[in-house]
């Protein structure tokens, strides 16, 4: 994204649209595009053309198909970010997408922003913002530069509609993480839908500090699709995960209104909580994986059994790891009793017991976890070290929202060592 200072560019858009519109309305020459595309030749290449919806004029080589496809993601994207922000949409948004740079020649190319173009053809895609201030008002309007693959057009156009209703997209790690998260974003569906590309680099890479995501003055927006990767990590996990989503949103509408906001003076008293769930966000995150199903319960009160106590927890299938409410001592044996029952899948006609390794467990202690490991529906196990029992269901984590059912989990002294505890 970058920013012009004059309104020279929005003078050249609006002529490249009527030269290219004619006298036409838009509506018109979406029409003609049809038409062309069923007579003309298989081999004739696509032109450039206009297409209009609420929100967006958007100039593209794509087939009318497509183009009215891409309109659809746009718009939808726009009514869930202008939702997510409380601000609407102040104007449509101007678009160049590109297919193929053979569509376009040389006199349609020679009217744009030559930046514009030349990020296009390296991979990427640009938003120019130009503002004009009217005594103590400020109006901003963009244009969008875009490749049409890879959701870039989407991604700039969340430039372009936080430019047009603030005026500013905010620091670059929010700019970018929020551009990727709209990008993303898929209505009334909570889940990670990222490119798996993303996910794979993300997760083979030893984690990226917090910090240098957040406060690193030598990144800049267009850097790298690398960078990118880390900052919508941050983003989603803040946007989508319970304990932490409260704080974000305002913290984001600070950082646009260009007040003095700091991510560590937001979520300084919860650092060590974001980064032990940041962490976990990268070792377990997959297509499918759900934030506000995986968030830590940091509230619940553990304790140590004396005699003939128990504590009984119940542990839904559909849900992350979740408190036992036991803490356990190392090398010490512990009676586990699960009743219930639990599918793990919305297409499961049968429904399983904690046989069979439906439960598992896993200790925490100093925010690190051990390895998971069984327990048994009726049986025992012993405590691999000290520390809190977290339990969940075990599946996959991109698969954890399918889920139904619930077990209620009993943990108690076996019978033979109530007698030798004091």
Not at 46 to 64: H, Q
Not at 114 to 142: N, Q
Not at 352 to 358: C, E, L, S
Not at 359 to 388: H, N, R
Request: glycine share 8%; net charge negative.
């Amino acid at each position: 994204m970058a920013h012009i200072g004059s309104w020279k560019r929005l003078f050249l858009f609006l002529m490249l649209l009527l030269l290219a519109g004619g006298a036409l309305a838009p509506e018109t020459a979406i029409a003609q595009g049809r038409r062309s595309r069923r007579t003309a030749p298989a081999d004739t290449p696509p032109e450039p053309r206009l297409y209009t919806s609420r929100n967006f004029k958007v100039m593209t080589d794509l087939p009318p198909n497509e183009a009215e496809e891409l309109l659809q993601r746009l718009e939808t994207m726009i009514k869930l970010v202008s939702a997510y922000f409380g601000r609407p949409n102040v104007q449509p948004i101007e678009m160049f997408v590109f297919d193929d740079f053979s569509h376009w020649n040389e006199s349609q190319l020679a009217q744009l922003a030559p930046e514009g173009v030349a990020m296009v053809r390296g991979g990427g895609g640009l938003t120019m913002s130009t503002t004009l201030r009217v005594g103590t008002d400020m109006a901003t309007r963009s244009i969008v530069y875009a490749g049409a693959d890879h959701g870039t057009p989407q991604h700039e156009a969340v430039h372009a509609y936080c430019s047009q209703a603030f005026n500013t997209c905010g620091p670059v790690w929010y700019a970018e993480g929020m551009a990727e998260v709209g990008n993303y974003w898929v209505e009334n569906d909570k889940s990670v839908t990222a490119d798996p590309r993303i996910l794979e680099y993300l997760k083979s890479q030893d984690p990226r500090p917090l910090n240098d995501i957040v406060n690193n003055p030598l990144e800049t927006t267009g850097d790298s699709w690398q960078n990118y990767a880390w900052r919508w990590a941050l983003c989603h996990l803040l946007g989508f995960n319970e304990n932490y989503t409260k704080r974000f949103k305002p913290l984001g509408l600070a950082l646009l209104a260009g007040q003095d906001a700091n991510f560590w003076e937001v979520y300084g008293s919860q650092s060590h909580e974001i980064e032990f769930e940041y962490l976990q966000f990268l070792e377990n995150v997959e297509p499918g994986y759900r934030c506000d199903l995986a968030s830590w319960d940091w509230k619940t009160k553990f304790q140590m059994l004396r005699a003939d106590a128990q504590v009984q927890a119940v542990i839904r299938a559909d849900r992350g790891w979740q408190a036992s409410r036991l803490r356990l001592k190392a090398g010490t044996s512990y009676a586990c009793k699960a009743t219930g029952k639990v599918k793990l899948s919305k297409d499961d006609t049968e429904s399983t017991d904690g046989n069979d390794g439906a439960l598992i467990g896993v200790v925490m202690q100093d925010y690190k976890l051990s390895e998971p490991f069984e327990l048994p529906v009726d049986g025992t196990f012993e405590a691999p070290l000290d520390g809190d029992l977290f339990l969940r269901c075990r599946d996959a984590w991109g698969s954890v929202g399918d889920n139904s059912g619930k077990l209620t989990v009993r943990l108690s002294l076996p019978e033979e060592s109530k007698t030798a505890t004091p």
